[in-house]
């Protein structure tokens, strides 16, 4: 469920567009009005205000952005005015291809997304970038991390809540097996993690659980390590509660000295019109405190009001 927030009375595409160009004019940029509009319109009517200012004034609005806005405003800004459908491109585009490789951000976006979802973003990801997909994680990444993302990637997997008991059992004992050697057994749970349904891993899950002396998420901390290690974990975070996973990323990535903006910025961003709605009630459970609360302790300026706006109200 979404947290943005728009006005009540669909807006003129053209009033944005000349109030945006307007906010240009003078010495800086007025980004007041810039997060005022742009955090406030859905998908749909920020792609046509887009082209509205295309169409009047004769740039391209992204570039204008760009060299009117700067640090963490400038990206978060750039990244909303996305279509939603392209914009997991741009970002695994960004982070295997970029100057500095981002392993968790293509890890977060892949192997959190549904099958259906997945199957979007190839066919995103081969119009915007030219390449497919699966072959630049095969060039940039490596070891079993490679092998799981791309298993993932290229295998078919049921999305119902349907699963099989007796095959549910089957992977719990075989999952425990492959735990138990050392270092643990990468092909078991690579072929588990990419080949079954979120349905089914959560009852493999809970059925591991019960046999062993330790959770499957324990084991998995223990045995494993760096990109593999969290490829699992959200895998599995997601087959129980896509919702906790993201809160629990947002409170690492606001945890500590320093906020990792990056993170910040891409699960704000990329779930405000999803399930914004559902990661603000299970943060709030599981820290006792509201999601916007840590945002406006942990950032400042127009980019605190810029995310604060798509969280939307204060619960």
Known sequence: MSTVTVPPVTPSHHDDAMQIFRAFKGIGCDAGTIV?????????????????????????????LSSELNGHLKKAVLLWLHEPGERDAFILKKALKGTVKDQRAVTEIICSRTPSQIGQLKRSYFTNVGRNLEDDIEEELSGDHKKLLLAFLMTSRYEGPEFD?????????????ASKKFGLSAKTFIQVFSERSRAHLCAVSDTYNSMSKKTLEKAIRDETHRHFEYALKTIIRCAESPPRFYAKALRKAMKGLGTDDTSLTRIVVTRAEIDMYYIKAEYRKKYGKTLNDAVHSDTSGHYRAFLLALLGPNN
């Open 165 to 177: 008991e007796v095959v549910v059992e089957q992977d719990a004992k075989a999952l425990q097996k």
């Open 36 to 64: 005022d509009i742009l955090a406030h319109r859905d998908a749909t009517q920020r792609s046509l205000l887009v082209q509205e200012y295309e169409s009047t004034y004769g740039h391209e609005l992204r570039k204008r």
